[in-house]
């Protein structure tokens, strides 16, 4: 109650002036966009800080250390560095479109934000009930941003940087629908909010009956947002630094950011769909004893601690794993994830006809009610995590079944040995055939 | 493509593959550093860190390092130790040494000699490669390259040492925080 | 020829144009100054055409204006990854030529430290080319490494990359005190880092897919070119200079040369993961063995060997590096010529390039392991 006490002195404040119906629809929603950017803004640039800081781990080392205690303040420093850089523009660039694509790709970040929950109740901006729809939806539109930015540079690297995220990116969009429909069968709604609500109903997260699913939509997610090891867009080994090649300053930094809040909002999609959102058990105790705010806050850490957890397997990925060749990249969207995503969505709907079915057969009970979402009774939930779980290797076999003869599949084989030999010494040349 | 010879996979081979075990055993390594990093533990060297953090914490340079060079002085008589032979320039492949002498009149056993002396020695670090054959040429062990290892000037000039500076080291800014 | 054969069989979807693109000189990954200018059709290399020489600083011709024993810091240049290995081949030239007797001390101390620059070069080579393929963490780990061997070239020859290694007649210092504790505590942690790297990318399916089959070069095509090295022995053609031709204490020790099959770049991969095995064998054993006695021939007050010319090769980490030497009798070298591996390694870069992608190009400039400061020279 504590909390609410500033925010009653500011709505007296704000009715001197507007009417409580501008208040509710108007001014508490702006507070609360502010609120959102600027929290997601500072989110992102600790994400960089604290990607800086695992991938120094992994690498033996300790990462930024300087600005601030541990290098803390790094985020702020580098801001403002780049705030200052200057802002360079190629000579026979397209200069508009060079000057906006930036801004398309942050804005699309960063707009998705409006309809995540970050919390029940007042951590919700926007429950739209077809939240994800438009995520995938707005997300999409930051391809655009790309293949503008390496159209506009006019340079050959940020050009081919620009087509490979182009085809990259509408290749992995179908995979990352098609790999949420498994899960949006069990949820039976499109609202992010009642994603989480269906999830809460049932007690149970959604990985546990989608474990497919989940590992679908991450490796399509990582590709999306053109991460290692599918950062092909950006290979800087290869195309300098792809799109964003001339790009320098802040609006360099505005593509840096757009990558890491789409980034941060593949995960925070892929906790709400599959990690049960902001949903944990026994939370919902405060709720019942009285402490509604402390509730939602719990809640709301609850969340970041899911979003950082994918985040953390984002960067773990990043940086042991190398890079995959175009072709190959374009062989794993269309050739494993789609199919294994229809699979995935025909194994769901067999599973939840299967224990629909079973529901009555020699006295079993596995639904307990059809309102709202599926309700499983303990022994439903059993049968579908096992269906669940026999998913993900019924997937894989089929898959590599059906693409055993593909080239690629079978060049990558297991690791070869090689001979050796102990040459005679002093003799000067030996010929191929003799050993 | 051209088609490669690759064993047939085993078994086992086939089943690593099919679980991946390759991704998880190296994701397991990274995962691994990570731990050893923050708890600065690692299971074959004993330390998790291996950076040093430099202008902080100085590295400990070898004793035969070729660092920025030296005219050693007696340490009695604070009198140069270099008698001027131009040794060391001729050694020079870099022609970076100008040993300038000048001839002073001594009295040795009450007779006037003449007597070369060292009057200035110019040492251009920019063109030094840190070969150290001056050092080993010099038959007084007077010209040295110590472990002194920042060099960096903001002009070119800067990088050419005289005398004084080769005799009382160059002032450097250390930044230690 | 296969490699051509892909680039006529192979149909273009869309009548697209050829596109020109500059790959450097300025580029994350072309491991220096090299240019290389690609003929793309989408992304598939159909030609390419390599611009060398923004490095070019003369060391052939410096070297005829130096005196003999001026000169080896130079050579320390032209390969600056395996300085201590570029160095030893100018003064074992000039020894031989002048038929001066090392002592066998020195001799066994060249090869302990010219197979740690064999090491540290093979660290280097598997740093950047991991990065290029994009696995990036094992940059960082392999660096860590060479550091170690750095810091051991930095005690001994007090300096860390372009040491001076070596003098004419011998070595300017012997072993420094604790050598061999230093020497021996790297050759404990040294294979389980390599089983680290191995873990990493040998059996990933990852580096499989984008080494195997890549940039393959058959043993004929691979002789005829003249490549050397662990390139040559990818193909699985024996030829080392270090067991045809002995020279340092290299005909006292025992080790394997590592041969590939295919000569692919997964091949070549593992044939320098295997050398740097061997070269800690080569390492252990030399110092198991290591004479005692002085480091240090006598030389005559100034080094002029005999009219004549003289050819002499060692097996660098990247090939055979050879030295040319003809003498007129006087102080100066008349005439110096470099067989610098990379350079001919580099030839093979068209012939393994075309038909493959553009990511492709630059995992087998990374395969090819070369250094710029050499082909220019
Ligand atoms: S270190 Fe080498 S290059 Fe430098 S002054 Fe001495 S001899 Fe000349
Ligand atoms: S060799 Fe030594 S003594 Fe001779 S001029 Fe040079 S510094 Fe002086």
Redesign the pocket.
């Known amino acids: 109650m504590l909390l609410l006490g500033p925010v009653n002195v500011l709505n007296d404040l704000l009715l001197r002036f507007f009417s409580q119906e501008t208040i509710n629809f108007f001014i508490w929603p702006l507070i609360q966009i502010g609120l959102v950017v600027t929290l997601v803004a500072l989110w992102v640039a600790y994400a960089t800080y604290l990607e800086r800081k695992i991938s120094a781990f992994m690498q033996a080392r300790l990462g930024p250390m300087r600005v601030g205690p541990w290098g803390l303040l790094q985020p702020i420093a580098d801001g403002l560095k780049l705030l200052t850089k200057e802002d360079f523009i190629p000579e026979k660039a397209d200069r508009w479109i060079f000057f906006f694509a930036p801004y398309i790709a942050v804005a699309s970040a960063f707009i998705v934000f409006s309809v995540v929950p970050f919390g029940p109740d007042w951590a919700v901006i926007a429950d739209v009930n077809i939240g994800l729809l438009l995520v995938l939806a707005v997300s999409s539109v930051g391809v655009l941003a790309l293949i503008l930015a390496g159209w506009s540079s006019n340079s050959k690297y940020a050009l081919l940087g620009g087509l490979r995220s182009s085809a990259q990116m509408v290749s992995y969009e179908v995979a990352m629908g098609l790999s949420l429909i498994g899960a949006l069968m069990f949820a039976r709604t499109l609202s992010l909010s009642g994603i989480v609500g269906a999830q809460g109903s049932d007690s149970i997260w959604f990985i546990l009956y989608q474990p497919a699913g989940f590992m679908l939509f991450l490796i399509s997610g990582i590709a999306e947002n053109n991460r290692a090891p599918f950062d092909l867009p950006e290979a800087e080994s290869e195309l300098v630094a792809g799109f964003h090649t001339e790009y320098s300053g802040m609006r360099w930094s505005l593509f840096f950011m757009a990558e890491y809040a789409a980034m941060v909002v593949v995960s925070a999609v892929a906790a709400t769909v599959y990690l049960g959102g902001w949903y944990f058990p026994f939370v919902y105790r405060l709720e019942t004893a009285g402490y509604h705010n402390l509730y939602v806050i719990v809640s709301l850490l609850v969340f970041l601690v899911k979003v950082s957890i994918i985040l953390y397997i984002y960067f773990w990925l990043r940086w042991t794993l190398p890079r995959f060749r175009y072709d190959q990249l374009m062989d794993i969207g269309w050739k494993w994830l789609i199919p294994s995503a229809l699979i995935n969505i025909a194994l769901s709907a067999i599973a939840i006809f299967l224990v629909q079915a079973l529901n009555g057969y020699r006295g079993m009970r596995t639904i307990e009610s059809l309102d709202r979402g599926l309700n499983l009774t303990a022994t439903g939930k059993g049968i579908m995590i096992v269906i669940g779980f026999a998913g993900v290797f019924i997937i894989a076999a089929l898959l590599a079944r059906i693409n055993w003869r593909s080239r690629d599949f079978n060049l990558k084989t297991q690791r070869r040995n090689i001979r050796l030999v102990n040459l005679p010494k002093g003799k000067p040349a030996v010929s191929v055939s003799e050993v | 493509m051209p088609l490669v010879k690759t064993p047939k996979p085993t078994w086992s081979q086939k089943l690593k593959r099919f679980f991946m075990i390759d991704l998880i055993k190296g994701l397991g390594l990274t995962l691994k550093y990570n731990i050893g990093a923050i708890t600065d533990k690692d299971s074959v060297a004993g330390k998790g860190i291996y950076t040093e953090q430099y202008p902080k914490v100085r590295p400990d340079v070898a004793p035969r390092f070729h660092g920025a060079p030296r005219?050693n002085m007696d340490p009695e008589t604070h009198d140069t130790?270099?008698?001027?032979?131009?040794?060391?320039?001729i050694?020079c492949p870099e022609d970076c040494?100008d040993?300038i002498a000048m001839d002073v009149e001594i009295i040795v056993a009450g007779k006037p000699r003449r007597k070369k002396v060292?009057d200035e020695?110019i040492f251009d670090t920019s063109r030094c490669m840190f070969c150290a054959l001056?050092q080993e040429?010099?038959?007084?062990a007077?010209?040295e390259l110590t472990q002194e290892f920042e060099l960096a000037t903001y002009s070119r000039a800067g990088f050419v040492w005289n005398r004084e500076m080769l005799e009382q080291g160059r002032e450097t800014v250390k930044y230690t925080s | 020829m296969h490699q051509v054969e892909i680039a006529t069989t192979q149909e273009t979807l869309l009548d697209s144009p050829e596109m020109v693109l500059n790959m450097g000189p300025q580029h994350p990954s072309t491991h220096g100054v090299l240019r290389v200018v690609l003929r793309l059709d989408g992304e598939t290399v159909i030609d390419l055409d390599c611009d060398i020489g923004y490095l070019h600083r003369g060391m052939e011709k410096i070297a005829e204006n130096r005196m003999y024993t001026m000169i080896a810091p130079y050579w320390d240049r032209l390969d600056y990854i395996a300085a201590v290995s570029n160095g030893l081949v100018w003064v074992e030239t000039v020894e031989q030529m002048m038929g001066l007797a090392v002592p066998p001390r020195a001799h066994y101390l060249r090869t302990i430290l010219t197979e740690f620059n064999r090491i540290a070069s093979h660290l280097l080579w598997l740093a950047t080319h991991a990065l290029d393929i994009g696995a990036i963490t094992v940059l960082l780990w392999a660096l860590r490494e060479r550091e170690e061997i750095l810091k051991i070239f930095e005690r001994q020859f007090g300096a860390r990359l372009t040491c001076h290694a070596w003098r004419v007649g011998g070595m300017p210092n012997d072993a420094y005190d604790d050598f061999e504790k230093d020497v021996r505590q790297f050759a404990n942690n040294f294979p389980k880092r390599l089983d680290e790297y191995e873990t990493v990318l040998s059996e990933n399916r990852i580096w499989l897919s984008r080494t195997v089959g890549i940039g393959v070069i058959s043993a004929a095509d691979a002789i005829a070119i003249g490549l050397s090295g662990p390139s040559l022995r990818g193909s699985g053609v024996p030829w080392d200079v270090r067991k045809s031709r002995p020279y340092a204490a290299y005909a006292d020790v025992d080790f394997d040369v590592p041969l590939g099959e295919n000569g692919d770049t997964y091949d070549r991969y593992l044939v320098r993961l295997e050398e740097m095995r061997q070269s800690r064998r080569i390492i252990l054993q030399a110092l198991e063995n290591l004479p005692d006695g002085p480091v240090n021939a006598k030389l005559p007050k100034v080094v002029k060997p005999p009219v004549g010319d003289y050819y002499h090769s060692i097996e660098g980490p990247k090939g055979e590096i050879g030295c040319y030497l003809v003498s007129d009798g006087t102080a100066q070298p008349y005439r110096v010529r470099v067989r610098p591996p990379s350079f001919i390694n580099l030839q093979a870069l068209k012939q393994m390039c075309v038909g493959h992608l553009v990511a492709d190009v630059v995992a087998i400039i990374g395969t090819l392991d070369i250094v710029l400061g050499e082909i220019d020279r």
């Open positions: 005219l130790l270099c008698i001027a032979c131009n040794l060391c320039a050694a040494i040993v060292l020695f001056c040429a010099c038959p007084t007077c010209l």
